[in-house]
């Protein structure tokens, strides 16, 4: 039985601040929160961008059916965030209110 979770925001809508990582999210809040989480996920065998249940299943109970570690794949999603943000190229969230205009 999946877990109730709140949601502060509908799926498919705009957010303000990405949800944290963390096995109890629902599938569909990270992919939403982390464009790069579908191609993670993809990495490990887990095609979540394409699941039917994604805006019902936490990370963690996606898992469990492909018998992967929810742990590992947050591990791996948070070294691709830290890479992604140490990248130079990266200028997405580097502009501040009044530059670039």
Known sequence: MAKEMKQEFPAGEPRTAPVPLAADQL?????????????VLRGFRLPCEDCVVAEKETLAEGCQPHGRDPQAGLRALKKALQEKARDPRNTQGTLHAGQGD
Do not use: T
């Open 27 to 39: 599938i569909v809040d990270l992919l939403e929160s982390y464009p790069q989480a579908a191609e």
